[in-house]
């Protein structure tokens, strides 16, 4: 997780000891029923958009290998020049 927070506080924003030991059991459900819903919801969108987002990739690619070309062309010829 990218946060240093537990599950509970992070969901109420309560330290654990203000929270019932009966609700601890609640808020985990809560939290692992999101991720997990989240990752389906991400899965089944990059299915869907699968199709579009290689048109994309396939369109961009070209101009990204020439772009790449010239900065690499650039940082040769400026370190030719630091070397002269």
Known sequence: MFY???PWQFLTGLPQK???AS???VLQFIETQ???ALRERLKLEALANAERDVALAS???PLEEEA???VSAA???KKSH???
């Open 82 to 84: 630091k070397t002269n």
């Open 75 to 77: 940082r040769r010829l």
């Open 34 to 36: 999101g991720k997990q």
């Open 18 to 20: 203000a929270i019932a």
């Open 68 to 70: 790449a070309g010239h």
């Open 23 to 25: 609700d601890l059991p």
């Open 59 to 61: 369109e961009w690619f």
């Open 4 to 6: 240093q927070t537990k």
